[in-house]
């Protein structure tokens, strides 16, 4: 077996266990009493519309999971398109819904334990609460230690519930009476959203399923399967069951009870049925609690890894291999809400934090279909952007049924989620949302980051990407942007892109993976070096692809650089036919500067920019200033004009322009020279002198010039000093993307 | 006829040595250093445990991460030490032991050496004595290094 298939070893049953299996505790074994209190025997309509809500949530969680098979699940897709502010906000309420959910699980399971062995109250707590902690400790130490048991024993947990309820809904049909169904809406059609409400903690682990997607085989088929698939199948259970016990017993006589399942199995299948069902409803309500307690924690993995916690939260124990921090702090707070909760109040806690979470996800969706990030769902929606749209209005709006101390709760831990976010996690998190890549992309004019000081004010994140290929330009290329980085205060992330060839699959290429690995390290620890010798701070990556160009384009946009630095394109490896259809595509917006680096050696004392003005000769400027300003480099800006006439107007407006940008005309070593005659002559004849000709774009499109060949390659083979050609971020206008 | 085979010279041929946590890969890289020829090829690995076919105990992307940071450890301890990084590779099994010996048949190993890390009756009914199976569960040699510490 691969290495692949040995990670990625959660089959469909699996994954459809870990939804039905955290589902199923809590609708049938602790909310019937409750929940036939505020709506009599038409609950299990409340059941079917929660059902509905979270189908629609469930097609959109699908859609988002096999785009995005990562660990975190729902946080990650709302951190990932809608930014760091909502992820903190999704990735807290998650966890404490889940930690306010496993307490009410815990809460179920002490009230079952308390069936079997009548247990003391302590001081204040409850006989069940007592119980409850005496679970949540054991769920929360299992955990830390991590036995790998405990999940098989889940798989076989869920597939004896399924069965036990079967026979359960079966012999209740036959004791049956329909006439105690008569009075089949007692609080009247009004309680029954309010009722939904109450019982929609009974659907919080679809969602679950794609906490662990990263673990799955076969994400694409298995995911939307096991997501949609245990929504449907609890849904049928828990309207079945209601309606079935109902008709065994008044509605008035269940919600008297906190284990009403107990109670109809005592008519319907005698003593012994009894003792199943209580031993069912502690495998149910186990299972939920154990379940919540292990996705809560790849929750906090995935918010660390985005910079939103602390990674000292997520610290891998050393000999379990557990991350026992987080195990062990979510099992406090759920013993804290054990302590200071009920079941009811519990339950919908948990349920409003969820449905924040489930709204915002569905929004998620709707800005990934809209933006034009990389994303490439192999499940989607249907009835788009209907569907999405729905999840999210329900979600919101039946938080609106919960009870206004759920809601002020929650709307605390939200609002706590948002002061951190500004005390903390906005200041370490290193990931920009989709949404503000589209928004900023979507301004008429591109920003010129590296030209403008107030662009970006903390300079902590200006991120110059180096595409590296050949371990003879590496140097060249680190030291330009090594400087550049420097300038800006900012760092160096130097990629190695290896391009295998289309016939080779990446996962072949990934078992070559230790040769490329040798080979890419020490080209990358090379560049770390060069990199370190500037005092910039350096990170370095390995990309194995088949497409070099693409991949390049969409590293810049994930890694949201700010400046790339490439090797001089090689326009013999394109094919022109498929050249010019990719290209014109991808430069028709490009994600982030450009410098594109012809390296006859780094070699700065002399830098030469021609230049007509105008924001496209910004770019280069700019970084012959900040060259400038690392290697006390002599600056020659150059305009060229075609007579004498033009002389005297040229020259007022270089000097106006210069100063405009920042430099110092005045200085010994920068010189605005006006020269008459052709462009390329010209330039040709001025770099004999230079080390360094620094070119910028034209309205064109540098880089689909040069690869298509309209460029004048001449001036670049002609001189004999370094050149560097500027390009600058671009997008494509928002009316060219709608009607383009 | 005796035939006398001198092991030493082909145990530390091609090493595989197993890691499973950061005190662990200094104490290991500490043991191991001053056994090792110039030519020995060292391939240290980490065990990603996986539960087979139920939700794992931590998540796999979290448990590369760590195996990067210990391998990033180990690294340190031999560029100190003047040699060259050891190779590295991350492995996936249901049971430690067995994802080791795997990939040590599959990679040409000579031997596996490990340092046992100390631990009490309870941590060992809870994880399961790894040394004891890396010792009895083998299929090549397997070399046991004292821990520096003791």
Known sequence: MSDEELAKDLGLLAALTIGV????????????????????PIVALSFVIGGGISLFTAMSASELGTAMPKAGGSYYYVNHALGPLFGTV???????????????????????????????????????????????????????????????VQNFIVISLVGILTVFVGASLLEADPSKLMDFAPRGYDAVLPATALIFVSF???????????????????????????????????????????????????????????????????????SVLVFAGLLATASSANASILASSRINFAMGRDKLVSNWLNEIHERYSTPHRSISFTGFLILLFITLGDVESLAKAGSVLHLIVYGLLNVALIVMRESNAPYEPSYTVPFYPIVPLLG??????????????????????????????????????????????????SERIPESVASSSTANPSGQDYRVMVFLSKPETERGMISLASAIAKQRGGMVDAVHIVQVPDQTPLQAGAKHRDEIDAASGMLLESARRDAETFGVPVKTSTI??????EEMFDAAREHEADLAVVGWLETAHWSPGRAEGVLDELTRSLPCDFLMFKDRGYDTSHILVPTAGGPDSELSVSVAKLLRMEHDSKLTLLNVVPDESLRGEAREFLNAWARDIG??????????????????????????????????ATEEGLLRRLVTGSIVHDVVDKVDCSVVMAEKKRSRSLLAKIFG | ????????????????????????????????????????????????????????????????EYAEDLFGLIERKFMEEGRDPPESKVLYGTDVPEAVFGFADEAGASSVVFVPRSSGLLDRTLTGDVAYSLITENNIPVVVLPSRDT
């Open chain 1, 663 to 696: 430099i110092e005309v005045e200085s010994q070593d920068v010189d605005l020279v006006v020269d008459v005659g052709d462009v390329e002559d010209v330039i040709q004849e001025r770099a004999e002198d230079a080390s360094l000709l620094l070119l910028g």
């Open chain 1, 21 to 40: 299996g955290t589902m199923i505790g809590a609708g049938i074994f602790v909310l019937p009493g409750p929940a036939a209190e505020v709506a009599g």
């Open chain 1, 90 to 152: 999704a990735g807290m309420g998650n966890w404490m819904g889940l930690a306010f959910a496993s307490a009410f699980y815990a809460l179920g399971f002490g009230s079952y334990l308390d069936v079997f062995f009548p247990l003391p109250r302590i001081y204040l707590l409850s006989p069940g609460q007592v119980g409850a902690l005496l679970a949540g400790a054991f769920f929360v130490g299992v955990n830390y230690v991590g036995a790998k048991e405990t999940g098989r």
């Open chain 1, 392 to 441: 999210a209005v329900t979600s919101f709006g039946l938080i609106a049924f919960m009870a206004t101390v759920e809601i002020a709760l929650s709307g605390l831990f939200v609002f706590g989620a948002i002061v951190w976010y500004f005390v903390y996690a906005g200041r370490h998190a290193d990931k920009e949302g989709v949404l503000m890549q589209m928004l900023r992309r």
């Open chain 1, 204 to 274: 919080l682990g679809f969602v679950k399923i794609t906490t662990v997607a990263e673990e799955l085989k076969n994400p694409d088929r298995n995911l939307p399967i096991a997501v949609i698939g245990s929504v449907v199948i609890v849904t049928v259970i828990y309207a079945l069951v209601m309606v079935t016990m109902m008709a065994v017993l008044e509605w008035d006589v269940i919600a008297q009870t906190d284990t009403a399942v107990v109670d109809v199995a005592r008519v319907v299948l005698g003593p012994v049925g009894a």
């Open chain 1, 544 to 549: 194995v692809s088949h497409r070099l160009y």
């Open chain 2, 1 to 64: 006829m005796r035939v006398v085979v001198d092991l030493s010279d082909r145990l530390m041929d091609t090493i595989v040595v197993p890691v499973g946590g950061k005190d662990d890969a200094i104490s290991t890289s500490e043991s191991l250093l001053p056994y090792l020829d110039e030519t020995t090829h060292v391939i240290v690995v980490y065990v990603v445990e996986k539960a087979g076919g139920a939700p794992d105990k931590a998540s796999v992307e979290q448990r590369e």
